[in-house]
């Protein structure tokens, strides 16, 4: 997706999307999308981190802050998204996803040939 059509569909349902941030001295090391899919799944659609925080792991504070807003706002599931990269199973995020309490789940794609 790029920055155009994010901007677009987060003008469109600006309701549904939260911005996430974790800062070290007003600078911004790691941020996150998420998308508020239904009444009770919040959706982490994108997130990353600057690599000189690499050791900090800012992603493990913003994945923390992203669970607190959904107990807050009584979201009984975090969506955490697949553990791909470039469409290849990818074991270090699953695994890094387990180490933080999460759970694997069943996921569809639904796709529309045209």
């Not at 996150?32 to 800012?58: C, G, M, T, W």
């Not at 697949?82 to 999460?102: E, W």
Request: with cysteine.
């Amino acid at each position: 997706m790029t920055y155009q059509q994010l901007q677009e569909t987060v003008n469109h349902f600006p309701d549904h999307f939260i911005l996430s941030v974790v800062q070290y001295n007003h600078t911004w090391v790691a941020a996150s999308i998420a998308i508020r899919v239904r009444h009770n799944v919040l959706y982490n659609f994108y997130y990353d981190h600057s690599e000189q925080f690499d050791k900090q792991s800012p992603v493990v504070l913003l994945t923390k802050g992203l669970y607190d807003h959904c107990l807050h706002h009584r979201i009984s599931i975090l969506d955490l998204g697949v553990s791909l990269a470039d469409g290849l199973h990818n074991p270090t995020l699953l695994n890094f996803k387990l180490d933080l309490g999460a759970r694997p789940g069943r996921k569809l794609t639904f796709e529309k040939n045209m």
